[in-house]
């Protein structure tokens, strides 16, 4: 511990230990299983990571080796590193439990503490094993324009035509991240790559102190110390590569701690990240998308560098990067389920011989392949676990009123119509179809009720779900609406005239 601390701007260092018998770091260790902790250790005990994770050896006096071992230590200190090495690689041969090796790293070989890079590898082992364990919410980056006159702030709008997109470097991002935006704020940053997602991932870990040395974990008592470390937070951020989005994380507290404080933190960052990733006359936003998810791969299938972005449902046949199809060429390709397709045209000859409860099945699968295409299978891996939508339609007339005034609109028209047949065709085609677009733009009608209906669909893999029961007959495929099939690429929305209200009406 540093013997003169004051209050800074700097960031906490990776080399900051937080005591063993903390009841966090306790709790930390004892969720990941024995294979994983072994294997942390090693990673510690590396050369890349031994400079922040130093464990406890035996002393030496000069030349010759302190002989003095305490008969009661459960755990007497290795030589050297390689000794502790080899130890644990015997130890990943062997057989145990996990209680034993969490209480030999908190007991002996890390007794004076683990650092704060401890606990972020800590921390991502055990997002190795649970990937569904953070529920991400997806942020699109989008430019801003230049203010009109220099020298007067005033409110920039989004610059739709623009296509620059920042540029991301890790430490200049932290860098602005601290001093222009968490200049109170004492954080710890690790980034760590997973090995099966293309993405990068930021841990930030925030605890409320003034300091950035060892006084912020340990004020001259522990159980300061341990306060201070319950009343922090985590919140982690992901990068994919190659797109415009970002994911951000709840979050989550160490230990006993308020819900505002998580949402202060979260508008902290969602608010300051764009800064960071801002330059001189190139600014950007964050705008929060209506999508949300534990599963990163279904994160990265809607809003990450692929085609599949704007292609879901019956539209995800366009989105295979081998076929290399698109909508807009000339000579579309042959869609699945056509009448040029051998599949159904042999699928027809065998119905014939079949009984009328196959030939329904058959068509209701056929039906479900032409909604969802290539999306919404079950071994696809990029399933949501939940979708809440809220119906804002309002309440449909009787049939009899509905007759009446189509009635008394026939009567009021009768002598006013025109000789000429077709242009009376064209008038009612006309103010037919300006009909449909004010009642889609147009706000609600306050004159009829709409009752307050929310649709939830909870499950391993929602749009999955709705695909088997399209397959099975229980929900009509044919007059199921697109949100339904995912193509929408959101998880909760506001439903009007079927479609999600939105930019233009498909909720992207």
């Known amino acids: 511990m540093a013997r003169l601390s004051i209050p800074t701007k700097a960031r906490l260092p990776s080399s900051l230990r937080v005591e063993s ?5 306790v709790k930390a260790l004892n969720r990941l299983s024995r294979e994983s902790l072994i294997s942390l250790v090693l990673d510690w005990l590396d050369e890349n990571s031994l400079a922040n994770a130093v464990p ?8 010759i080796e302190d002989d003095e071992d305490d008969p009661d230590d459960l755990y007497p200190p290795c030589r050297s590193v390689n000794e502790l090495r080899e130890l644990y690689s015997d130890m990943q041969q062997q057989k145990g439990s996990k209680r034993d090796v969490a209480s030999r790293i908190l ?3 890390w007794r004076h503490g683990l650092t704060l890079f401890q606990l972020a590898m800590v921390d991502f082992s055990y997002f190795d094993e649970h990937p569904t364990s953070q529920k991400w919410t997806a942020y699109s980056i989008l430019p801003l324009k230049p203010p009109s006159t220099e020298g007067e702030e005033e409110l920039r709008k989004i610059n739709h035509e623009s296509l620059t997109i920042p540029r991301f470097h890790p430490s200049t991002f932290l860098q602005n991240l601290q001093h222009q935006v968490l200049p109170d704020v004492k954080a710890h940053y690790h980034f760590y790559r997973p090995k099966d997602l293309p993405l990068l991932l930021l841990r930030i870990f925030v605890i409320d102190s003034p300091y950035n040395t060892g006084l912020a974990m340990a004020n001259g008592d522990s159980s300061n110390a341990t306060a201070n470390f319950s009343a922090s937070r985590t919140v982690y951020l992901a990068f994919p590569d190659g797109s415009p989005a970002l994911y951000i994380s709840r979050p989550q507290s160490t230990g006993l701690g308020g819900a505002g404080d998580s949402k202060s933190l979260h508008t902290l960052i969602v608010n300051g990240v764009p800064k960071a990733l801002s330059r001189p006359r190139q600014r950007y936003t964050l705008k929060r998308s209506s999508l949300t998810s534990r599963n990163l791969s279904a994160l990265l299938d809607k809003r990450g560098p692929g085609r599949s972005n704007a292609c879901g449902g019956g539209w995800s046949i366009y989105s295979d990067e081998k076929a290399k199809e698109s909508p807009l060429e000339t000579v579309l390709p042959t869609p699945p389920l056509s009448k040029d397709s051998p599949r159904l045209g042999a699928v027809q000859k065998r119905g014939a011989t079949s009984s009328k409860q ?8 056929m039906v479900a392949k032409a909604r969802f295409g290539n999306s919404g299978l079950v071994t696809d891996g990029t399933g949501v676990e ?20 189509e009635a ?10 025109p000789l000429d047949r077709r242009r009376s065709k064209v008038d009612a085609v006309l103010r037919q179809a300006r009909a449909d677009v004010d009642a889609i733009d147009d706000e609600e009608d ?11 669909f909870v499950g391993s893999h929602v749009f999955a779900g709705i695909r088997q029961l399209v397959e099975a007959g229980i929900v009509d495929g044919e007059r199921m609406p697109g949100w339904m099939t ?3 690429g959101v998880t909760t929305g506001v439903i009007r005239h079927g479609r999600i209200r939105g930019h233009k009406g498909a909720g992207l």
């Open 56 to 63: 406890y050896l035996k002393r030496r006096r000069g030349t």
């Open 446 to 456: 306050t004159s009829r009720w709409t009752p307050a209906v929310k649709v939830t």
């Open 486 to 488: 995912g193509e929408a």
């Open 386 to 405: 939940r979708a809440e939508f809220l119906m804002r339609d309002p309440f449909p007339a009787s049939r009899g009123a509905v007759r009446g005034q």
């Open 408 to 417: 008394g609109d026939e009567e009021e028209t009768a002598d006013e119509q």
């Open 358 to 365: 196959q030939r329904e099945a058959k068509r209701a699968r």
């Open 107 to 109: 007991e002996g070989d």
């Open 21 to 25: 018998s903390n009841p966090a770091v």
